[in-house]
């Protein structure tokens, strides 16, 4: 089986700006989750998405936004960049989000 | 508040000595604790996972024990290689809120 696949794998963008990711999951795998990893921070838990909805929601304020689509693939959403923003972005795929989480490669997003 | 936390501290040790590293948990009791190990720049890979009932699992040259009166689940590598050297990320399911909560992760490098 293919793993998670996210694109693009880098990407700069300039504070005020928006961005959106991509993340296929593992095929038969309905759950996605999204985080944030930065040094300081750590892997911190941005949204899980299961079959088109979002059903768990980390402490990141409304310019994080995802979605999902009917074949699990999923976006997510970051607007009005700040500076904060530059991190490493990893989507997981999973049966569900109690089983083991799937990682993709991640998008390192630099905020200048 | 349900914390997990791993020894923020980096640990180096030499090769083929065994590497112990520690996931302590308070304020719940999980139903299990999973491992991951994650390379720089890339997503965490599952490794273990060790249920509340389970003493003790192996794979290959990884232990996992799972010690439910102590709150503390550790992860040992014995006959450690370079190769090992990584960072090792503990998680347990999903907290109450249906948020998934990594530990910090522990960096373990291994010297020849």
């Known amino acids: 089986k293919a793993g998670v696949t996210q694109t693009p794998r880098y990407l700069i963008k300039t504070r005020g700006q928006q961005v959106t990711l991509s993340c296929s999951p593992i095929s038969g795998h309905r759950s996605v989750s999204w985080y944030q990893q930065t040094p300081g921070q750590g892997l911190q838990f941005l949204f899980e998405?299961?079959?088109?909805?979002?059903?768990n929601k980390g402490n990141f304020p409304g310019r994080f936004s995802g979605r999902q689509f009917s074949n699990s693939r999923s976006e997510m959403n970051v607007s009005t960049l700040e500076l904060g923003d530059s991190a490493l972005y990893l989507c997981?795929?999973?049966?569900?989000?109690?089983?083991?989480?799937?990682f993709g490669p991640g998008t390192r997003l630099l905020v200048l | 508040s349900q914390k997990i936390e791993q020894n923020s501290e980096a640990l180096n040790i030499q090769e083929g000595k065994t590497a112990t590293l520690t996931c302590n948990y308070t304020?719940?009791?999980?139903?299990?604790l999973q491992w991951y190990r994650q390379d720089p720049g890339r997503g965490p890979v599952f490794l273990l996972l060790i249920r509340e009932n389970e003493k003790e699992k192996r794979k290959e040259r990884l232990k996992v024990t799972f010690d439910t009166t102590l709150k503390q689940s550790l992860f040992h590598i014995t006959a450690s290689q370079p190769a090992d050297s990584a960072t090792y990320l503990c998680a347990p399911p999903p907290n109450q809120g249906g948020k998934l909560i990594f530990g910090q992760g522990t960096e373990l490098s291994v010297k020849p």
């Open positions: 998405y299961f079959s088109e909805t979002q059903r």
């Open positions: 304020n719940y009791s999980p139903a299990y």
């Open positions: 997981a795929s999973s049966l569900e989000l109690t089983g083991t989480q799937y």
